[in-house]
C-alpha cells in the first residue's frame, strides 16, 4: 500500500488511521443531516471528510460533525431513486454500468463507444433532472474475471480456477460466477452460488484449516480483522493471483454492471485495476475485509475499474461467520 501510495509505512499507517476515523465522522454526518445529505468522500492527501447536503440547515450540521460540507441540489435518496429508475427499465446494450458519484452528485451512466444516441436516448425517459445524470462515454464493457484463473488458486472441476476471498468458520467466501451449488473444488465443493444478480458463493473445505488471512504477494499475509466498509474515496487493496496485489481507491457502492451473464447490483465501484484470473480475490481497506473481486475493465498496465461484491452481504445471505486472526 505504501508503494502504491507514493509514501513510507509511516505514510500509510497514518491514511489508514485517518480512514478509520472518517468512518466514524460519515456516519455521524449522515445521522446529522437526514434527508438533505447527498453522500460523503475523503481526499487523503488533505485529511479531508466531505459532505454533500442540499440545505443550508444540513451545511452546518455537517460541519459540526466534523465534515466539510458542499452545497448539492440532489440528496442521496433523489440519486438512488434515479439508479432504481434504471433498474426497472429496458437498458441498452450500449449501457454496461452505472453508479452514483457523490462528490459530483450525479448518476454516472457509462456508454460503450458508438451508443451515444441510444443512452441519451434512454436517459430522457427516465424524468430525471437534466443535471442529475451524467453520460461517460467510450467506456469500455466490463467482462467477469472468471473461469479460468483465480487469486490465490483453487480449481473448480479440475478445469477453471478462481480466488479464495475470504475465510469463514468452515470454508471460504468467493465470487459467484465461479461455480454453482454442487461443483467441486481442490479444497472442497460449492455450498450456494449466487450469480448474475449478485456475485457471491461459498465453499465449504471440511477437510482443510481456513484461517482469517490475506495472501500479500510479497511474502507474507494481511491479517483480516473485521469487515466494517471503508468510504468512498478511501484507499482499498486487492489479493489475487493472476496481478498479485493492488491499491486504489473505492469510487462508490451500490454501482450496477451488465456483464453479458446479466446484471449485478450492490457492488463497490474502485480504480484498483484487476486481470482475468483474479475473480472472487479479496478486497481489504487496512485489515477490514470489503468484498470479493467481481468483474471490471482495464488492466494493471494501462489501469482500469474493478467491481467487487461485499462481503458483509455474502456473510448475512448465508449466515457466515467470518474468521479473523
Known sequence: MADDLGTDLDGAKEVLRFQADAVDTASATATATGDAFAGAWLEESTRTVYAAVTTDEARAAASEAGAVPVSAAHSLADLEAVTARIEASAVPDVIPSWWIDVASNDVVVDVVAGGEQTAADFVATLDAPADAVRLQTDVAAPE????IRGGI????????????????????????????????????????SSFPGNDYAWVATPSHTPVGQVADYSGGTVAVKGSTPAAVGATVCRSGSTTGWHCGQVQAYDSTVRYAEGSVSGLIRTSVCAEPGDSGGSLLAGTQAQGVTSGGSGDCTNGGTTYFQPVNEILQAYGLQLLTS
Request: glycine share 20%; aromatic share 16%; hydrophobic share 35%.
Open 144 to 147: 467477469t474475471f472468471a473461469t
Open 153 to 192: 488458486a483453487y480449481y473448480i472441476n479440475g478445469a477453471g480456477r478462481c480466488s479464495v476471498g475470504f475465510a469463514v468458520q468452515g470454508g471460504f467466501v468467493t465470487a459467484g460466477h465461479c461455480g454453482v451449488a454442487g461443483d467441486s473444488t481442490d479444497y472442497g465443493t460449492f455450498q450456494d
